[in-house]
């Protein structure tokens, strides 16, 4: 978990995820040269046009986060949901876009009631985006 690892069923649903959003293009779960599979042009265009907007990020808190499940909510709005949960730590998959503009205005980031801070596991390479001009 703290290594922004996601497990299909308790993170993510298999039909609700692109494999960029669990990081399987970075981790070589998904070939981009090897063609003819369900959502092949969409994964492709994602990799080739750099359009993933939503990523693994590492969750945590200064008290217990809530249950699996919580949405994570900025300025009102749904960025993602929590995943997996253990005390103050957790995973979840979120708009990185939408997060890294909280960050960038510092406005806070909830799960349920808890505060929360998030972070791109660090072996990606991966930064928050912080304005629309840097998502492409």
């Not at 499940?69 to 708009?95: C, D, F, M, S, Y």
Request: net charge negative; glycine share 14%; hydrophobic share 45%.
């Amino acid at each position: 978990m703290l290594a922004g690892i996601a497990e299909s069923g308790s993170d993510f649903a298999l039909q609700d995820a692109f494999p960029h959003d669990v990081l399987f293009d970075l981790t070589g779960g998904v070939s981009f040269r090897k063609g003819c599979y369900v959502g092949q042009e969409v994964v492709s265009r994602m990799q080739h046009r750099g359009t993933a907007r939503r990523r693994v990020v590492v969750v945590t808190a200064d008290a217990a986060l809530p249950a699996a499940g919580t949405e994570l909510l900025t300025g009102g709005k749904p960025i993602g949901t929590l995943g997996t949960v253990a005390g103050n730590r957790g995973l979840a998959i979120v708009r990185i876009d939408r997060a890294g503009e909280a960050i960038a205005s510092a406005t806070p980031i909830l799960a349920g009631e808890t505060a929360v801070s998030l972070s791109l596991p660090s072996w990606t390479g991966l930064a928050f985006p912080t304005s629309a001009a840097e998502e492409g």
